[in-house]
C-alpha cells in the first residue's frame, strides 16, 4: 500500500472537487446570494462555463497522473519509455490551451460590450449619482430632487464640479429597484475598486479618470458594498451598502437627506436623513409635531 501512496494521493483529490462541486450549493459553499441583477445572470454563466473547462481539465489530468504512477509501481522490471520530445505532442498541448482561451474570449464579448461599452448600455439607463473612492470610504453625490438627469454633453458639465443643491451621503447608495441605473465612478487618491457581489458588479476606481457603470437590482434589499483593491492600511473597513428600494421609497430618502442638509439648526426639519441612512426610510419618516 505504501508503494501506492502517491498514485492514490493524485486521483483522490479530483474525486473531492467532484464532491465538491456536487454538495457545495447545499452547503451554502457557493456564491453568496443569486444573482440579482439581468448583467449578474449572464455573468455566473461566464463562470459556469470556466469552471467546467477547468474542473473537466483539473480531473483528467490527476486521472492522468494518477493511471501512470500506479503504472510505474506495477511495473517496476519494466523500463520507462524515455522520449527527446514529439513536434506533433507539443503543437497540440500549444494549439488545445490556446483554442480554448480564445473560445472563452469570443463567448464573453458580448457580455463585456454591454457592461463596458457605453454605447451597448440599455436605453432606458438613468444617471443616478456620482461616487468618489477615497481612503477609507465610499462618498455618493446624488442631483437636487427634480432636478433633471443630465446626459451627453451635460453629463460632462455636470461631473466637472458640485451643484447647487447637490446631495451627500457615505457609504451609502441609494438605488431604485428595477431600473437600469448609472453611476460615475471616481478616486480621490490611489485606485480602489467598486465591487457589489450580490449585484456581480465591479470596476476599479482609476485615480484622474471618471468611468461610467450601470447596473440594476431586480429584487428590493440591501447589498455589501467593498473594496477589492489593496488600497492601504485602512482597506479592510472601506465597506458601504447598496439599498435597492421602491421608486417610492428612493424619492421619499432623496426628499429627506435634502431636508437634513439644508436644516438650518433651528428649524426641527421633518425627517432626519442621518436616520434614512441608518435605519431606512420607513423609520425615518416623522411627524412635524
Known amino acids: 500500500m505504501g508503494n501506492k501512496f502517491w498514485p492514490i494521493f493524485f486521483i483522490f483529490w479530483p474525486v473531492v472537487a467532484i464532491i465538491t462541486c456536487v454538495i457545495a450549493p447545499a452547503y451554502g459553499w457557493w456564491f453568496p446570494t443569486p444573482p440579482l441583477s439581468k448583467l449578474g445572470v449572464q455573468i455566473d454563466n461566464l463562470f459556469y462555463l470556466i469552471l467546467v473547462i477547468v474542473t473537466v481539465t483539473f480531473v483528467g489530468t490527476h486521472i492522468a497522473l494518477g493511471y501512470v504512477l500506479w503504472r510505474g509501481v506495477d511495473n517496476r522490471e519494466k523500463k ?73 454633453m451635460e453629463v460632462k458639465q455636470w461631473l466637472a464640479g458640485p451643484q447647487d443643491g447637490d446631495l451627500y451621503t457615505v457609504n451609502d447608495l441609494r438605488i431604485p429597484v428595477d431600473k437600469n441605473v448609472l453611476i460615475y465612478l471616481r478616486s480621490m487618491d490611489v485606485q480602489h475598486s467598486f465591487f457589489v457581489p450580490a449585484l456581480r458588479i465591479k470596476q476599479d476606481a482609476v485615480p484622474g479618470t471618471v468611468i461610467p457603470i450601470w447596473f440594476g437590482a431586480t429584487q428590493r434589499g440591501d447589498f455589501d458594498l467593498t473594496c477589492t483593491e489593496l488600497c492601504g492600511w485602512g482597506h479592510y473597513k472601506m465597506r458601504g451598502r447598496v439599498f435597492a428600494q421602491t421608486e417610492v421609497e428612493h424619492g421619499q430618502y432623496l426628499k429627506t437627506l435634502e431636508a437634513e442638509q439644508s436644516f438650518d439648526g433651528v428649524t426641527k426639519p421633518g425627517t432626519s436623513g442621518a436616520m434614512v441612512a441608518s435605519w431606512g426610510v420607513s423609520d425615518s419618516v416623522k411627524d412635524d409635531d
Open 80 to 152: 520507462a519509455w524515455f522520449s527527446h520530445g514529439s513536434h506533433n505532442l507539443e503543437v497540440l498541448w500549444s494549439i488545445a490551451p490556446a483554442g480554448v482561451l480564445l473560445f472563452i474570449s469570443l463567448y464573453q464579448l458580448d457580455v463585456w460590450r454591454q457592461f463596458r461599452v457605453t454605447s451597448s448600455f440599455p436605453a432606458d439607463t438613468q444617471l443616478l449619482a456620482e461616487v468618489t473612492a477615497r481612503q477609507f470610504e465610499w462618498r455618493i453625490r446624488y442631483p437636487k430632487p427634480g432636478r433633471e438627469f443630465k446626459n451627453s
